[in-house]
Structure formats: C-alpha cells, structure tokens
C-alpha cells in the first residue's frame, strides 16, 4: 500500500528563519511527486511536480527536491504569507490513477 | 478565469435525506475526482472520472455516487447521508491521465446530524 509521511506536523518560524519540511513516501513505483499549499478554509493550489530522483523545482522562497524515498520543500527566508499548511501527494503507475496525499505540514511564520 | 467550482460551500442536513454536491469546471480537463479531508487522515479520493461516461472508485467510495454526464460537471450524489460523512469535500481537476497540474475547488463543509 502507498504511504506517504509528512513531518514535522507543525513548524513555527520566525520570520525569515529558514527550514525544510519532509516528505517520505514508500510507494510501488512512483510517477511524480507533488507538493501543494493549502490555505484555511480553501482548496489546495498546485506548487510542484518532481518526476525523478534529484530534481529540483524553485518558485520564490520555495525550493523543492526529490531523491528516491523522500521530497523535502526548502523555505529560504520566510515571509508572514507564507503561513499555510503544505501538503505532499505522490502519483502511482497502475490502475486508478490517483494521488496519495500525507496530512501535511502546518507551517506559522510569526513577524 | 480557469476555475473549478463546487456547490453549495456550506451544507448542515440530516441523516437520511439525498443530497448533491455540484462540481463544474472550465478547462475542458478530462479527469475529475472527488476527495474528503478529515483532520488526521489527509485527502482521500472517493471517485474519480477519467472522461465523460467513464467513473471509477477511489479509497473510500462508499456512500457516495457519481455521474460524469457532461465533460464540465462531475456531481457528488450522497443517497442516504450518515453522520460519518460529515466533511470537507473538494473536487479536483487535471488535463488528462498523465500527472499534471490538478485545479481544486474551494471546497465544501458539509454536517450530517
């Protein structure tokens, strides 16, 4: 069965304190990885995909990398905004082709 | 603007009464599915449609339907709701099959007494 893990639960930063968050997942393999931002009270919205073991993928403060059993979403120098809960899915090759989600990561950027 | 939207956002029924939670969206994607939140357990996929006429289930199907009529909507029909399902529901959609970007909608809390 697919897992995914993610870690810490939550995560406080001041602002500006750089910090990664982890994603291991065990899965019979894996066709992309997908990291998301999710804030209260709406949809998740679309940060990521990595396909392969030592891609990275860069958007603003964001910074996301794969290798072969776990993702990790770099934060460099946060801001306020960047207050949400970061989620982590990854996609398997056969049958239903569906995307398993971890619980996600609660991260609070204090001023 | 490309969206996906879901209605209604609030939804407090009770045990029993059919219900329907509409799911539209406006890319012309081929693939649709459906998920609940629920808080320790993360997103599970409850059915999923790879194209019009074409529905299958996901990890927690039961006690729910779908129909997949029309390429833009992708109803969530709950026949006989029960207070287990009470949750957050978001429809999803992507271009096709292969992983690409998927759209989420803004989700809707719905309360089963």
């Known amino acids: 069965e697919d897992q995914v893990t993610q870690s810490p639960e939550a995560l406080r930063l001041q602002e500006g304190e750089s910090s990664s968050l982890n994603c291991s997942y065990t899965?019979?393999?894996?066709?992309?990885l997908f990291w998301y931002r999710q804030d209260p009270g709406k949809g998740p919205e679309f940060l990521f995909t990595l396909y392969s073991a030592g891609e990275e993928k860069e958007k603003e403060r964001l910074k996301a990398t794969l290798t072969k059993k776990e993702s990790f979403l770099h934060i460099t120098a946060p801001k306020p905004e960047d207050s949400a809960t970061y989620l982590c899915?990854?996609?398997?090759?056969?049958?239903?082709?569906?995307?398993?989600f971890g619980t996600g990561t609660r991260l609070t950027i204090i001023p | 603007e490309a969206q996906v939207t879901q209605n209604p956002r609030y939804l407090i029924t009770v045990t029993g009464k059919k219900l329907t939670v509409t799911c539209s969206q406006n890319?012309?994607?081929?693939?649709m599915s459906w998920y609940r939140q629920d808080p320790g357990l993360g997103l599970r996929q409850i059915y999923y449609?790879?194209?019009?006429?074409?529905?299958d289930k996901g990890d927690v199907p039961e006690g729910y339907k779908v129909s997949r009529k029309e390429k833009r909507n992708f109803p969530l029909i709950l026949e006989s709701p029960s207070p287990n399902q009470t949750s957050l529901y978001f429809c999803a959609s992507r271009r096709d099959r292969v992983y690409n970007e998927q759209f989420f909608g803004p989700g809707t809390r719905l309360t089963v007494l």
């Open positions: 890319m012309n994607h081929e693939y």
């Open positions: 899915a990854v996609g398997t090759n056969f049958g239903n082709e569906k995307l398993t």
């Open positions: 449609s790879m194209n019009v006429e074409v529905t």
């Open positions: 899965v019979s393999g894996l066709r992309g």
